[in-house]
Structures are given as C-alpha cells and as structure tokens.
C-alpha cells in the first residue's frame, strides 16, 4: 500500500515549489535546494527505438542545464538584477506538475531519501503574444531534512528535439 | 534625414529594415546567399567512424553530412529523389546505406560499391517494374558539389564555381585558425563536446552575425550576468580578462570580420585565467608556455569572436564555440551551437569548460538569453508599416577604418565600430546584386593569374 | 539530367516539386481545378430524411449538402450572403430553414415555399427596413449548379459547363460500382457506418490521390502492419488474397485510375475470407456464389483502390472506402473517410468489418499512419530552395502501358508501374492550362455528335 | 447578379469580400489608411503626470504615447532608431528617459533638456567611438507628426498633411462629446476606470466598425443576453429604454456615422435609469435635471454607438465606452476597451457603472461574446475560392438617406438602415484610391476658403 | 503534517466542480458556489519586475471577471437559451486543475475556511479547429458547509496580458 | 468521506500507467489491461447544445479507437517492429493525467470496481517542430485484481473534431 502521508507530504512540496517560482519568491525557492544539488536536462535527439544515444550524458555532454547550486544561485542573482532583459518585464509562467508518485523510497523515516516521478507542463507568456510550452517528465530525488525535502536531484526530460523557444529563462 | 530607395546606403551606414522582415527578399537570400556561399555543417566528431552520419541544413534545406567507407566526407540533400521522402529522419547515426520509407529506394554512404556516396543504389523492382529502364546514375541524391574539412570542421556549398574554401576564407583564416588549433597552438587541436544546441528564435538570422562579426557596443546588454558573474576566475563579468591590443577586424572584399587582435610576434604578458579550477589554471599557464615556444617571434593572432559571411560564428576564447543561423522565415531562425575544447586536455579541464560554456551560452545561457530578447524585438519591431520604412543605423567610425597590416585584405575599426557589420552588409548586397559568382569579387584573383 | 522548365515533363516522367509547395500554384489549382471538377460531398445516408443536411467542402469553400421537402438533394455554400456570416456551424442536422445568427436572414430548405432550396427566405424588416427593394431572388445561397446523385453518392461541381457525371466519369464508373455495389452484386447496395473520419495532415493534398490512383509500389512502407497482421482472417498482411489477375488500369482522358482486375467473364476460383468471423466468412461465400450467379458470363471488373480525379479516393474491397483530400493550404489538407458496408448484411458482419475497417484506416488506422508520415515529411522535404528545384520521378514503366480491352479509354499498365501517376499528374496540367471546360479533351466527344 | 469587378460598388450596396481576406489589399490599407488617418492611441488617464507613458498602436506599428516635463503629450513610434529594439517593452509607466537593453541608446521624453521628447538624448561613447559624428537630432524616436488631445482622449496621425482634428471630425464631434461630456453636459467630464481589455480576435478589422457606425440590424444576434437582461435596472434586455428618437446619422464626405438621435432643443421626458442601484439611480436623475437647466432650449444631442473612421468606435451612454480595432492581418484584429465615468460621480456610481460595463464589453461579456463569433466566423467563412469571389450586401435603406438639418455634413438614415456602413466603405474606398490628402475630400474646404 | 482528509476532500471538490463545468451540468455547478461568492480575474499588465501594478485591483479597476451570483448565474442562464451564438454549437471545454494545496486552514471542523492554491490549463475547442489555451494560477477561498464546500472566493491569475482568444466564454 | 486509500491507489495506478506508456515499456503497460478491456475514443460533432448525437457510438459507429485486447496488442507490436515509421524514430510523449477522482466504486474490497473520472493532455512531439496536443476527459473502469487494478474499459472524449494531428499514434 502507498504510503499515504509521505507521497502527499512530496506532493505539495513540489506543489509549494512551484507556487514559490510561479511566484517569483527565488530566495525562498533556493531554501528548498540541497546543496549538492544537480539540476539536468539533457538535450534529446532523434535516434531509431533502439538507440541509446536519445539523451546526452549527465556530467559529459551538452544538456540545456546540467548545474548546481552555483550556477543555479547565479541565474537566481541575474533576475534579482532587474535588468536581466530577457525577463524583464518578468514573463508570467505556470509551472504544472502532474502524475506525482513514489517508485522507490529509502531510509528511516527522518532521513528518508525517495525518488518523485512527475510530468510538467510549463507555461510562459510574455509581452504581447510570446507564449511557451515546455512539457515532459521529471525525476526528483528528495531527501529528508528537519521535517521536510530538500531537493538533491532533478531530471527533466523536455519532450522537445529542437528547443521550440527562444531562451530557457525558467527553472523546468 | 531624406529617405534613400536602396536597401544598403554603403557611404552613409544605413540599412533597410525590410530586410529583416521582408519575405521577398528572404526568399532571394536562400536563392542568392545560400546556395552559393560556403556554409558550415559539421564538426568531424560528429562523424568520427566511416559510415556515420549526421543530419544538418544549409539555408531551408536539409542535409546528411556522411563518412563514407573510404572515410570520406559527403553532404547529401536530405530527400529522396523518386518522391521526396526526407530520407534519414535520425539525428545520427552509423548506416551502410540509407534506406527510404516510403517505396525503399536505397542510397549508398559506401564509396566502394557504387561510383559516389549517394548513389541510388537499391531500386526495387529495377529490371522488372522499371524494365531496366531508370537511368540510377541520375537518381542519386543531390550532392553539394564543394565540401571541404578544414581542421575538422566540414563545410559545404551548392555552387560548382564558388571559390576555394581558403580563397574564400581569406586571411580571416588565422582567426578561425585561433580558434580549431590547441590553446597551445597545436595544429586542429578541437574536440566537440557531446550534444548540439538548436533553438528557434523569432529574429530574423541576420542579427545574429551582425552581433557576433563585432559588436562590442552591446555589451552594455549584458550588464546582468556581468553584475553576478560567470567567468571561469570568479567575480565579477564574463569572462577572464582579454588582452589590451582588442580591435575590430574586418574583411571588406569578403564579409567577415572579428573582435580579437591584430597580428602580433610575440605572447602579451601572462593573465591568469581559469583560476577557479586548479588544473584549469594550470593547463591556462602550462598553454602560454607553450605558445612562447612554438611561436617565438613569428606571426600570431587572437581572438574573441567573429563571422564567416553568411551565417557561421565562432567564439576563439572564452567559451569557445561555433554557432550557426539557419534561416527558417524572414522573422525565424534555428540557432545551432557546438562547443570546443583541447582534445588532449585533462579530463577536469574539459569539464570546466563545459560548465562554463553552458553558463554562457545557448538558450539557458545567461549572457545569451539576453541576446535573444534584443534580436527578437528589435524584429519584431521592425515589422509595422511605418517601421518598415525606415532604415537601421550602422555609423559608428564611418570612415575610420585603417589598413590593418599583416593581414592581407584586412582593415582595423577599433574595438567600438560598425565597421564589420557595414562590411557585412555590404558584400551580402554583393552578393544579392550578383547573376553568378562571377559578379562578386573574385577572391585572391590576382593569386589566379 | 538536364533541368526542365515546365511543371510537368509527361514524356520524361517528371513533376516539378514546385507544385506541391509554392502557393501560387496552390491557389491556382483552387481557382481551375477545385472549381471545375465534380467533386466529392456526401454519403446519402448522412441525409436519409427529407430536411437533413450535413455540411462538407468543395475546395477551401464550405458547404451545406440539404436534403429538400421533396427528397431532392442540393449543394449550397455555407456563407450567408447578407454579410458572410458562416450560416450553418452545425455539422449534421434537421431543420427546414438555416437561419443567420447575425441578423437574422433565413434560407430555406424546403422546395415547396420557394424557388430552390437556398432561396431567401425571409429578411428581417424586407418592407420596412429594406422599403422592399430588395431583390430576394439573387441573394438566396450560392448552390452548385450541379448536384449528382449516384448509388448514394452526392457530388457536386460549381462549373455549369461540366460534362454529365456519367461522361466525366467515363468507363471507371464500373470501377466505382465494384465498391458502391453490394458484395454479391445488387446495386447500390451500400450503407454508410455512423461517423466520418476528418483529420489535418501537413501535407500537399496530392500526395493522397497520387497514392490511391495505383501505388503497388508502396507496399513496402507498410511492412510494419504487414508483420503484425490485420486482415480479416487473420495471420500476416492486410487483406484476405486478393485476385491474380490484379494490375493498374489508368484513363489517360480522364486522370482516373485504380488498382484492380481488368474485365473478366467468369469469377475467379473462389478464395475463403473473412475466416476470423464465421458469419462473415459465410457472407463471403453466399456472395461469391450470388455473383457466380447474377453475372454469368457477362463482363465485370473488381478493384483494391483508385481515384477519381481530382480527390476523391475509394477503396472497393478491403477496407470498403471512401477518402477525400480537402485542400487548406499548399502544405496541409484536410483528409475524411467514410466506411461502406452492405445495407443488408447482418449485423454481426457489419460488425466485423466496422472493426477491421477501425484497425486499417484512418489516423489510427495501422496501415494509414504511415501513409501519413511519408506523405508529411515528402512534403516537408520539398520546401527547401534546393529541394523544390527538382523533380519528382515517376519513370516507372514509362511507355509500357497498353490499351485495356473491354473498358473505353482505359490502359493497363501491370501490376508494378508509375503509368496511373503519370495520367493523373497530366490531367491536373490540362486543367491547370485550360481557360474552360472548352479547353479540357471533351469527354466522350463522339457521343455528343 | 452580373458581377461587378469593382470592390466597393456604392450605387448598388455591393462590397467585395476580397477586402476581408486578401493580403494585398491588408498591405494597402496600412500604407494608404493607417498612416494618414487620425487614430485614437490613449486616454489621458493614461498618463496623468508629466513623465507618465503607456505604450499603443497604430495600425501595425506600436507606438509610447508619453506626456513631457511640460506636460505635454507625444507619440513616438516605439523602436529604437539604432538597431530596431523594441524601446519600451513595459505596457505603461514613468520615466524621464527610455533607455534601449541592446546599446544603450536613450531617448528623452522631458521636453526641457532637449528640442522634443523622443530625441536622441544618450549614445554611449557618442565622441568616443562615433567620433561626435551621429548627427543626434537625426536619429531621435520617429515622432507622430501631428497628436491633439481632446477632452481626455489622445489622437495622432501620420501624416503632416492630415486636416486638424476638428475638421477631421467634422460635426461628428458633437456626438463624440456626448461620449465624452459629463453625464449632465459637463465638458468632458470622462474618467477611465483603470485597465484596458485587450485582445486577438481572428477576423478583418472592418467588420467592428461597420458594426458600431450603425448595425441596429443585428440586435437579433444579441437575443440571448436580451433574454437574461443585464441592463442596469434589471429586466430583460441590455440597456435601460432608450429616447424615441433614435435614428442612425451618417457623414458621407467623412466617413464617421452613428446610432443616436438628431440634434434637439429641449430633453425628452424623463425615463428613470440605473434604478438598480439607488445612488445611481438618483445620480441619473440629478443629471437629467442638469441638462434641461444647462442645455435650455439649446442645440443637444445624444447617442448609443458610432464610428470615427477607421477603426476608433464609442459608446455613448449603455455601456459608455471606447473601443479600438487593431489590424494584425487581413483575418486577425486586436481589440481594445477602455470604459468611462463621470470623473466627479460618486464611487457607488462608479461602481455600478464598472459592473454594469464588464458584463456587457470584452471578450468575457454576455453582449460582445457573441459579436465575436459572427464576425470571426463572417472572416472564415469569406476565406474560400468561390466564397471569395462574391459580395457582401449593403442594400438596406439604399436611396433613402435625408439631410439632417442642425448638423452639417450628415445624412439621417433611420433606424435600421444600411448607409452608415456605405458611407464607411465609400470613405474607405477614397482613401485606397488617394495618393495623398490633395485627394480626399478636402474637410471643410468652404470654410478654408 | 498535511491533513490528508482535508486535503483530498478539497482536491476532489475542485475535480468534482471541472466535472460539472465540462460536462455542462452548470445548475448543479451553480449549488457549489457560496451566495457570496466572487469571481476575480485581474487583467494583468507588463511592468517591471519591482512594480506593484502588475494586475488591476478586485472591486475597482477592470477586469477579465469580476463579479458575484448574481452575474454568474446569468451566464449560466444565458449559456441554457441555447442562442448564446459563442458557445453554440457547445465547445469543447477541459478544465485541469493541478498542485493544489492548502495554504491556509482556520476555523473548526464543520466550519471550516481554506484556501487552495493550484493552477489551472483550460482548454477550449469549437467548431472545426478553433483551440485556445487558458493557463494560470487560482487561490481559491472555500467555506465548509454541511460536510462540503461552497466557493466563496476565487481569483484567477491567467498567463496572458493581451487575451489570445476571441472571447472568454468558459468559466476559468 | 473519500476513501483516501483508495483514491491514491487509483491514482498512483493511473501514473504508473502513464510512465510505462511514455518511458515506452509497452509488453509491461499491455499487463495492467484486462482480458475483456475496451478502449474507446468516440468522434465528436458539433451539434446543438439539445442534441443527442455529439459523439458517436461504442460498438456501433466510427471511433478514433473502439477496440478490444486484440488490436491493442497489435498496435503495441507494430511498435516494437522498429519500422513502424509513423513512430520511427520514436516520438517524444508525455500523459498529464489530472482531476483524477472516483465518482463511483461497488463491491467488496479485493474485487472492487471503480469509475475514475480524469482529464488527460497527452503531448506529442516528434522529429524537429511537429506537436500535438491532444486534450479530454477520460472515464476509465477499473476493476481489482490481486492486489492492484486492471484496466477494464476506458472512454476519453478528446476535445477535437477535426483531429488536429497527422495521425493517433499515441494511446490517449
Ligand atoms: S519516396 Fe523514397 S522511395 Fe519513393
Ligand atoms: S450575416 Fe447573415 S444575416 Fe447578416
Ligand atoms: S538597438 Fe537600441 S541602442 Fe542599439
Ligand atoms: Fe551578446
Ligand atoms: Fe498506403
Ligand atoms: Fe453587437
């Protein structure tokens, strides 16, 4: 039987995330990042069913983001800036995140470390009539810390080949 | 200011904003520019073995950049010839021959079987449902008739009569060399990081060569991530610091141009660079020493960033990348990025630059995201009736460029100048103008007599 | 080869793939051939009701198929002639008027009050607003001025001078009726299964009809369902066998063609099909032995798929089908399917097919798909600048084809050939060159005189 | 019918739907319309300190409507000079300078520091890098030539050979004032509740003005919402009763027209208004009392709805309103809503006032939704070969306008007529065919004289 | 820790409400907003990131929506004349409603007040291939009532400035 | 009160069934159907608010799918023919499965049957720029079995009449 408190308690955190960068509360946001943090989304290409060069590797090639925390507090920093042109004026984006479960989850109860499995659908409206859709899956990895999750790990596999937008200036 | 008819006004830096908007004249771009013109297509490491492929463009058109079993190099119009099937519908790969979905007409990468990779090679029912009759040798995908690898990257382009690539390169050729040689000068010493970025951005393609052959004006542009700091030492900008003699370079007679340095003979004094990574910083000296060596006194230069007319860019130093502007529609371009380190570097060097790079550039990156936003509104911008009408400023050091000596066909703008995006400008109404490369100015003619 | 100028070369087997791209010529065929040609509208049994009314397209024009008050069926463009106002949103309904919901105005369906169904009916405010000067009789609802009803088709052409149906069909009408006819032979026995397939393809529409005129040559795309295996007695493949004596048969006059047996006077042995249901396998049979029966040994034909010129498709056996390829735009169509099956087959073989019809056809379909996929991507491969300078090659048994005897203008060209192609493509070039129908080879010319 | 080649056929009524779809005829009416008529680009509201900007539209192009140091209003197109950068990328704000994200190019909007707002007031490195040799005053914000603020509302054109505003307006100006007045006649007592509507319908911007110049016709299509009621003092319908009086009013040689009542010397009877709300009730009263005291036995008029030629139309009482029709192509507009209130009506007033107006306007209300889809689905349904080729008709009340003595230039019509909308297309026509304003009609060229 | 129960019988309601609307049961609908209830879909403006005029102001300023029962119902009304030409033929209308959670809870059980943060995709279809995408963010405000919910407060931040649709005929 | 228990089981089923049909594990994604399961995605038509007739009928009319066991298994093996070119190389798919509730459940725990009434927007993107969206309700039947749920009949009503894709390769 699912455990019913820890797959919600995993839920709105990730729901309360999403409200945070929706929200533009970015500071609050990079309270809920672990410090050894990775951020990955690989670049995909169209390769036969059988290939296993779909994505590129974690750590060795190109992805649209492959980070930590600094580079991640960085990006963070740059909109604080309020002249970071490409978000400012700030585009208005929705993060959805669907189909939440918990295919595995370790650890005792306290120091719990499990993994999320998600899809996402991001919104991006901007000026006039500039609108994004970034759909596709993500893997979390969260780690129990004082009563709640701090986010380790990320994979978010944008279900796009050639990037349909213009700039990636949101957090997938 | 009265209204001038042409779309270029050379001897008043003026350009037409219909160009950037305008879909007939985008349409004679792909007509006049893009199958003439030298395009890149590939990095070798694409291709490393006999027999892969890779899949590219050259203006709307899509490519099949192959190695063939000789190991080759080839670039094939991506299309059937019996009904026009986009052929090959991977990324990539490794085939022996390409083989059509729809009715199965084969096509060979195999130089040994058939006279040219491409050749039709498998025609199902040939000698019974064709009685024989199908003249294969003529069915053969459409090759670009002049490829060319120069230190491993492969460029191509759709006309018999263009020049060679050096002639067409010119002299710019140091510079591109600065940026496929080692950082120690080794010759061709590039490696291609694993992935390509490629994005669509509503800006006409245009505007991003204009950037990259010289635009040192929009760094003010940047002033966001300059303020939090990217670069591979830490603090503050974006990059470790760049050496003093920095100037714009151009090449009138064939439309490329640089930010970098002029030709020099000996190693400006050593900047630490890289210092966040020990090793980095280490391979960054180690480098210098080397480059002391090989170069002595003799002839070298350096460089930033720069623009091999039409749509190819690369970046020499800091990140080291090359992109290409692939038109799509006159207010669409795809945008494509590879990036480059040392193929003997130290593992932790390569990972340093690849941090680096993917902070920099690309879509997610923080200095080039901004680029985007300019290039689309300022597109987007020129797009009303009234803005159409006028025409762009490009009058920065008018009639200030110098001979630039050392470098031949070469003239120096200084660091803040429009000259290289007038000489852009200028030769892409050469070659708008042109029946045939006839008309455009024969590179190194006198070398031909 | 040495590049052609024209669109289409007949003599060498070629089109240009100008033609399924560029959008002057799009716009062209609209203008010569989408208004000219019968065309394709509606299945009776869309509007079995006197007042029933569905809506289709002719072209990029919408129109309303109505069923009158005396049974009678007419074609009326779905525009409001007061101020355009898309009078009937509705895709299937009853009703005895189309009202406007702008202001207002009312058509009728009903032949009894007015002139025509279509006519203006009433005119809020016509002797008050309008003092009565309005001249109602010419702003009714633009109709097709001719409407054809046959075996529970509907067509339709806006050009009055075009020939009878009977005539612009010519001989292929005996195609048409192998798959409007029952199984067993009765006439016009068939019925429309509830619901109508429409679904957008990125595609030039011509790839459809091109396909469906006699594309044997294409099987191979298909391998994947092949492998799989959906035919109605199961194992591999799509269908039960079909006859030996299968070939391509073209009407050069006319740009019909279809795949399918040349005239015979005997029924084949008989083949089971249809095993996988034990029902419909005894359907099978009784209409073998029917056919044995009612024929004779007088003259029928049989068929797998063909077109009728421009876009309407139809498969005759298996599946049993109707296809229309509505133009949108130079590089997407609209395509719809209808499914036929007997009136008076039992329900449980109605079923069987209503089911492998599903798993054949359609966007779902598993055979359909991949049509689908080629004909997009043909598409998409023939836009770039390069790309649409070439040609197309339909050289397949180019001068093999042979006068078919038994069927009036027809030629047979072999099981595995081009020839059906080649008519059609030359028959959209007559039309595409005729000023009027004057200019188009008169069909059946003699029988007029 | 015989059919005309003409688009506009005035003595017949007839206009031809190519003037909805085609993309040339779009392309001209930008050229020939849009950049030589007045158009309405804000509310003063808008801007109500000096420094204060909000950005709009004219025809295709945005443009920064700013009010100077002086306080004085400007509209400048909204691209950087430079390199096209849309300058202003913020919907409203204050500012003393515009400064561009690409090089830094600023702009002034204080009138005291330089010649005009929108000069060129900063360019990084100007006696640096371009030598002091940009001639500034060149290369300042592309200025509407001519903008006059009326009664709170902001116009520009253009064109330096426009008519002044009045004489563009003509005597529609008095029904512009009935807009735009207090409720009890009070000079332009107009407030703008604060936000405008703005958004994308896909139809041909034409087809909102015709509406508002005097389509009483198509109160049919609005019979839902008048089954629900939402006027504001309940019951059925959308607006409290309006005068007895009311007749459409039209301006031939200006193109302007309206629904409203002829000029009168006295109020007509008193119909209570607003009596949902107490206070708006007693308010509506109050102001009737003040205008029999303000007006005695004066010139007045009022009105519903009406169009100032092109594409500016208002409400003048139910709801009170601005509306602007944006072109974005020949099938797609953008709409714009401000709504107004007396400036010194009691919030309560206000308030009910606003509620009143947002379930009536915009694409959320229970009138206008449906507006819509007539004239979305009017576009569409144009967009077909044969659809295409035919004419809209405009017969209604045709040979029946009369010279409406007390207002000069105009026609009264009646109630439901169709002379309005002739008078829009018959000015629309002029304008197409004029090489200049020597062309038009001269406005008030007797009193030029 | 989250309460579950709470948790769920919210999500439920809203899942339940989408129901209503997309299957266009709008009486029932009607039953499961508060006599108070209000509607409030600000338009929203591009400006600064620092600016504190991003959306107009409920109860003063215009807005996409913003009105109580007494004008919803008379959409509802209008919708059922059948001649409500924008919606008629219906269209095709799917209401997904994601990442809700309860940010706040306060009184009793039985009389209960939370609010919901979630965000909202609505996807509209009519006639042949007209499609508009609706995207954003809702707080709702619901008032426990005889063992359910009434809606009492709803504020709807749609992702776009201009509206990308020719009107807004769905409930958002 | 929701049974929360078996609220999230469903839901976790049906993401688990989203990731097996999106990661591609189809031989995996065929074990979660019954025997007897049906699969049912009617065509709609625009038809008065009034009318009877907007979709068409299982079993008897057209359907963009209305099959059984046996044709499901042959798409999924078309699939793994790796020449399935309408899917070769694959496309890039993502299900967001939301509003997920169950408006009905009969029987006794271990052999209960539920209805679960959802949203789905199922994303396709394949080689450079083509994507679909195809966005609906989905009413499915479940019914338990040892312990876990299978799959016994589902109907999404897909917002479109017009298919605006090439071709339904996807399960909805
Ligand atoms: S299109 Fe390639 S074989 Fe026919
Ligand atoms: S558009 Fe149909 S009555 Fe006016
Ligand atoms: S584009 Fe504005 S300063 Fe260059
Ligand atoms: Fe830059
Ligand atoms: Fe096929
Ligand atoms: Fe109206």
Known sequence: ?172 | MDNPTELIVPERGLVSRRIFVEDEIFRKELDRIFTRAWLFVAHEDQIPNNGDYVVSKMGTDAVIVTRDMEGKVHVLLNTCTHRGMKLCRNDMGNARTFSCPYHGWSYSMDGRIVEQPGDLAGVPGFSTYYHGELEKKDWGLVRAPKVHVYKRTVWASWDPQVPTFEDYLGDMRLYLDYALDGRDGSEGNNEMIGGIYKWRVNTNWKFAPENFIGDNYHDISHRSVDLVGIGPSGGRGRRDDEPDAATTIGFPALGHGLIGEPPHYAEPEYRPGWTLDEEAAAYDRRNYDRRVEKFGDQRRVSMTVGTIFPNMSFHGRQPRTIAVFHPISPTQMEMWRIFLVDRDAPESVKEAARNYYMSYSGPGGLTESDDMENWSYATESSKGTVSRSIYFNYEMGLGHAVELEGIEGAVENGVFTEENARIFYNRWNEFMNAESWDDLVPVKKEDAE
């Open chain 1, 1 to 172: 039987m699912t455990d019913l408190a820890l797959l919600s308690s995993v839920q709105t955190w990730l729901y309360r995330e999403a409200d945070l960068l929706d929200y533009r509360e970015y500071d609050e946001w990079l309270k809920l990042l672990h410090p050894d943090v990775r951020y990955f989304v690989p670049i995909v290409r169209n390769v036969p069913r059988t290939a296993t060069t779909e994505f590129t590797t974690e750590g060795k090639d190109l992805a649209w983001m492959d980070e930590g925390m600094t580079i991640i507090t960085k990006r963070v920093n740059q909109l604080k800036t309020n002249i970071h042109w490409a978000e400012e004026p700030p585009s208005r984006v929705s993060h959805l995140v669907t189909n939440t479960w918990i295919p595995e989850c370790e650890g005792e109860p306290g120091s719990r470390r499990v993994t999320a499995s998600s899809r996402i659908f991001v919104y991006q409206n901007r000026i006039d009539d500039e609108q994004n859709f970034f759909v596709g899956k993500r893997k979390d990895v969260l780690v129990e810390s004082e009563g709640s999750w701090l986010l380790l790990h990320r994979t978010v596999h944008l279900d796009q080949s050639v990037m349909l937008a213009k700039a990636l200036t949101v957090f997938l």
